[in-house]
């Protein structure tokens, strides 16, 4: 079975991420980027669903890279959730996966739907 970790700071939302996910998945959370850290070297999950904005305004982009140069991370895929490009209209979509800025394979922008957490984490998976 396919593990997944969720580190958001929003504990609610961590919540309903595991809910829709746990028929179908392993699922672990972590509440903050130095917990999430941990829990992926202990946890070894195939997916990281990462909040942007945790503890300082780039908690997210900074545990992101973390793992994309870390020898026991790096082959993690990372899902970055996130309302920033709503308020800061960036367009994190064109910027995925470039190393330099969002080391992530995709993103979705808050609040989630299931229907689409389901999808995108089952395309990044397979």
Same mark, same amino acid.
């Given at each position: =079975?396919? %593990?997944?970790?969720?580190?958001d $700071? ?6 309903? =991420? ?5 028929? @179908? ?8 980027? &130095?917990?999430?850290?941990?829990a ?10 990462? !909040?942007? =904005? ?7 982009? !900074?545990? &992101?890279?973390?793992?994309r140069?870390?020898? %026991?991370?790096?082959? /993690?895929? /990372?899902?970055? /959730?996130?309302n920033?490009?709503? &308020?800061?209209? /960036?367009?994190? @979509?064109?910027?995925?996966?470039? &190393?330099s800025?969002? +080391?992530a $394979?995709?993103?979705?922008?808050? +609040?989630?739907? +299931?229907?689409?957490l389901?999808?995108?984490? @089952?395309?990044?998976?397979?």
């Amino acid at each position: =079975m396919k %593990k997944i970790l969720i580190v958001d $700071d929003d504990q609610d939302l961590r919540e309903v =991420m595991k809910t829709v996910l746990e028929k @179908q998945y392993r699922v672990q959370e972590a509440g903050s980027a &130095a917990e999430g850290m941990a829990a992926a070297l202990k946890f070894q999950p195939d997916l990281v669903l990462l !909040d942007v =904005m945790m503890e300082t305004l780039s908690a997210g982009f !900074d545990l &992101a890279r973390e793992l994309r140069t870390g020898e %026991k991370t790096s082959h /993690i895929k /990372i899902l970055m /959730i996130t309302n920033v490009d709503k &308020a800061m209209k /960036i367009d994190y @979509q064109s910027e995925t996966g470039e &190393a330099s800025w969002l +080391p992530a $394979d995709g993103y979705i922008v808050k +609040p989630v739907e +299931p229907k689409e957490l389901l999808a995108t984490v @089952q395309k990044l998976l397979q």
